[in-house]
């Protein structure tokens, strides 16, 4: 499995932006699927975006489609999400995973990062 770590959430205002980095380890990545995941209080885990290491294919869901990018930078084994015109709702326990393109489940997982956005 990979390691996976997350940071760059924070506070930040309605309309605001954040960018969140999660440095991976361990093995080569370059049959993974990297994917960011989020969790409100009382709410289920929900899917954010994924990128291939390698080729770049991109996948986001709807709520954050044109507003989040995810990109990565395979020399530096890190997955970036870029957070632009964030809203309340966006609020949520972040979380990096990763799982083999053959694979149905994420196995590998970060910690988790809080992004707050207040009105």
């Known amino acids: 499995q990979v390691q996976l770590v997350e940071s760059g959430g924070g506070l930040v205002q309605a309309g605001g932006s954040l960018r969140l980095s999660c440095a991976a380890s361990?093995?080569?990545?370059?049959?993974?699927?990297m994917g960011w995941f989020r969790q409100a209080p009382g709410k289920e885990r929900e899917f954010v975006a994924s990128?291939?290491?390698?080729?770049?294919?991109?996948d986001y869901a709807d709520s954050v489609k044109a507003r989040f990018t995810i990109s990565k930078d395979n020399a530096k084994n890190t997955v970036y999400l870029q957070m632009n015109s964030l809203k309340p709702e966006d609020t949520a326990v972040y979380y990096c995973?990763?799982?083999?393109?053959?694979?149905?489940?994420?196995?590998?997982w970060g910690q988790g990062t809080q992004v707050t956005v207040s009105s």
């Open positions: 995973a990763a799982r083999l393109l053959t694979s149905p489940n994420f196995r590998s």
């Open positions: 361990g093995r080569t990545f370059s049959m993974y699927l």
């Open positions: 990128i291939r290491w390698s080729g770049g294919n991109t």
